[in-house]
């Protein structure tokens, strides 16, 4: 018998291994059909979910965003009635869209919103209450706006504690914490450290609008008037 013949019969007697997979899948699925279609309902129902979701959440991040633009354009015009529906709409986003990718930013704009109308307790909750998702720019902001309100309300030592905290940090450098943080050390009766911060102040800011302003407060600390 030729060789070719006895290799066709080996062959026909043993299958290759693709083959041999193929049955062994073949006949696990005839013996586990219910779990296998469970399972596969699952797997659809699941996908069918992850899909909803996605659709579900980019909805929710469209419609807040564009809340958030009809605030912005709102908060660049005067009118008490537009500065009033601004604060509706930012409200609005924190309270309907939560954990949607604008609600800190919308978190932060009507905590300014409730210090500008006054309310200073509230403000600072809003400010200190918006700690999801928020940047480190944002966060430090809100920092800023915390320590304003202290100054306000005659916590200095609250006030320059914050602010030497993002002094340190140095995520940001404004003109705002120099300020606020140079007068929390005069009224706090710290003329050293206060001239300090207003150099670094000139030094760091050299085309600030307040450039004139620190240094005048320079002026008067280095030469108090004797009274």
Not at 43 to 71: C, E, M, P
Request: charged content about 20%; hydrophobic content about 35%; some cysteine.
């Amino acid at each position: 018998m030729s060789k070719g013949k006895i290799s066709v019969r080996r062959e026909l007697r043993e299958p290759d291994a693709f083959v041999k997979t193929t049955y062994t899948v073949l006949d696990y699925c005839k013996k586990h059909l219910k779990v296998i279609s469970i399972t596969a309902v699952i797997a659809v129902i699941a996908g069918a979910t992850a899909i909803g979701s996605f659709w579900y959440s980019s909805d929710r991040n469209h419609k807040a965003q564009l809340l958030l633009n009809q605030a912005l354009t709102a908060l660049q015009n005067q009118p008490a009635e537009n500065q009033a529906e601004a604060s509706q709409q930012l409200s609005t986003i924190i309270t309907t869209y939560k954990s949607t990718s604008v609600e800190p930013v919308a978190g932060y704009l009507y905590a300014n919103q409730q210090y500008r109308a006054g309310a200073l307790p509230e403000a600072a909750d809003l400010y200190q209450s918006n700690d999801k998702n928020v940047t480190r720019q944002l966060k430090d902001l809100e920092q800023l706006g915390i320590a304003t309100i202290s100054f306000q309300q005659n916590n200095f030592d609250r006030t320059i504690s914050i602010l030497e905290q993002l002094q340190t940090g140095r995520s940001f450098i404004n003109e705002d914490l120099y300020i606020l943080l140079g007068l929390s050390y005069e009224k706090s009766k710290q003329p050293e450290k206060a001239i300090a911060t207003y150099e670094n102040m000139i030094q760091l800011l050299q085309n600030s609008v307040f450039k004139p302003w620190a240094e005048e407060r320079l002026l008067n600390l280095r030469n108090p008037v004797k009274s």
